[in-house]
C-alpha cells in the first residue's frame, strides 16, 4: 500500500516561513465562547491574528478566558476580493483575510457556512462595515470547502514529501533485457526503514534497477547504500532467463517472508518498454487459463473498481502520463498479465508433458470418461473432453482388518477445456467396486486438483 501522512492542520510550506501578525477591530461585539462564563463578560470586540506558513491562528479573549482557531490555509478563494481562508477542519469554523487589511469570520450553522462577523486594521472604518455582502463574495467557496480543504492537505502533504525526498542514489546500471537503469515514480514512495532515517520520514521520487541475470534478482537501489530485492514471480520464467530459452521477463515481486523497505506490498509488471505498473491497494487476478483478468479491490457505489496504482518509468513525463490514464494503462496491464500467464503455462507444459497410456482399453477408456463427466458435472468450470488410462495395471483395494477385496483401481488423466477454448489435464483414478463375485461399474475414486496447461493439438492425441 502507498504510505502517506495524515497531517490534520500541520501542513509544511517550503515557500512561506515569515510569520506575519494582525489585530483586528470587529463591526460589532462577538462572543467568545468560554466555559460557564458571564455572557456580559464574555464578549470581545477584536481579534488577533498570526500566519505562520500556511498555518493561520486567530486568538479572542474577553475577561474570562482565550479562544483560539487554528486554520490550513486554503489559499484565495476570490480573485476579486484577494481573500484568503483559512479554516479549522475540527472546529468547523474558519476567518478570511482581505489584502491583509480586512478579516471575515466565518461559522458552521445549520449545516451551511455563514458570515458572523467582519474586521478590519482600522477600528474605526470597523465599526462602519456592514456584512451581506461577504456572504455572496463567498458563497461558493462555502459551498466548497470540504474540497479545497482536501486539496489544500494534499498539496501540503507533497510538499512535505518534495521535502524530505532522499536524493537520487548514483549507479550506472544495465542488462541485456533493457530492464536496469534509472526509473522515476508517479508519486513519490514512503521509505519504511525509519530506523535508518532519524527526524522526519523520508520518500523516494526515483529509483535506481539493477537487474542481476545470473541471480535473478532485481535490486531497487532507492538511497545511496540502500536497496531492496524483488524476484522473478515464476519459478519457470526464472529459469527460462537461467537456460536462455526466455527473453522478457514480466512480472517482478518482493520475498513476501520480508517486507521491502521502499516498495512494500508491492508487485511490478511489464507496460511496455521503459515502464512498469506498481501495484498499491489493488491486485490483479487472472485465471489458470489465462482469462477472467479483473482487478481484486474495493467498488465505488456503482460497483466500478476502485484501481489505485503507481507507474515507474525512464521518464517522469511518461510516469505521470500512465498514472492519469487509468483505461489506457490497465488495458496495457491486462495485455503484460496474460502474455505473461501465457508464457508461464507454455513452459509448464514443456516441463510437465502429458503421461503415456498405459492400459490400451476403449472401453475402459469410454467408461473413465463418462465416470469423470459425471463427477465434474456442476462442480468443475472446465468440459471434459475425454478420459485415457495410464495405469499399466489395476491396483487391488483391501479391507485393512479381513483383508477382503473391496475393489480396484487404477489411474488415468482426464483432459479438459476452459470456456475460452484453453486446453488442460488432470490426473485422476478410477475404481470399480468389488461385490464378492464381480466387479462393478467404473466410477471416479478421486483427482489431484493439479492442473496443467497444454497445446490442444498435443491434448487431443491420446483420444480413441
Known sequence: MNKLFTLGLT??????????TYEFGLNKALTVGCYNANPLTDMTKKVDVKIDGQIGTLTTASLNCKKEIVGISLGVVNESTQGTMYFDEKEKKGFIIEKGEKIVLFDNVDNAYKVTVIGHIDKKLAKTLNSDSDQANYASAFEKIESILADAKKKGNLEKMKANTLPVPAGNYSDKYGISGLYYLSEPVEILENSSYTGETKYAQAVQL????SEKTLKIHYAEGKFDVAYINSPRIAKGIEDGSVNKVMVFSGNNMNKLTCFDDRTMTFLEDGSWFLSTSSSYYIKLDCSGFKFQSPSDQSGKPIIKYMIMSKTQEKANEL????????????????????????????LKPMPSPGLKDAKLNAEATAAIKEYAAGKWAQEVVYVYITGTEWYTIRNSFTGLITGRSIRAV??????????QWEEVSIKQDYD??????????????????VDCNAAMKYKL
Open 436 to 453: 464378492g463375485a464381480e466387479y462393478g461399474k467404473s466410477h471416479s475414486y478421486g483427482n489431484t486438483s493439479v492442473i496443467v496447461p
Open 210 to 213: 539493477e537487474f542481476i541475470v
Open 323 to 350: 498514472v492519469k490514464n487509468t483505461e489506457k494503462t490497465v488495458g496495457m496491464l491486462q495485455t503484460a498479465v496474460i502474455n505473461n500467464c501465457e508464457l508461464d503455462n507454455a513452459l509448464e507444459a514443456a
Open 11 to 20: 501542513i509544511f510550506s517550503a515557500t512561506s516561513l515569515l510569520s506575519q
Open 414 to 423: 482426464a483432459v479438459l477445456k476452459t470456456t475460452t477454448g484453453k486446453c
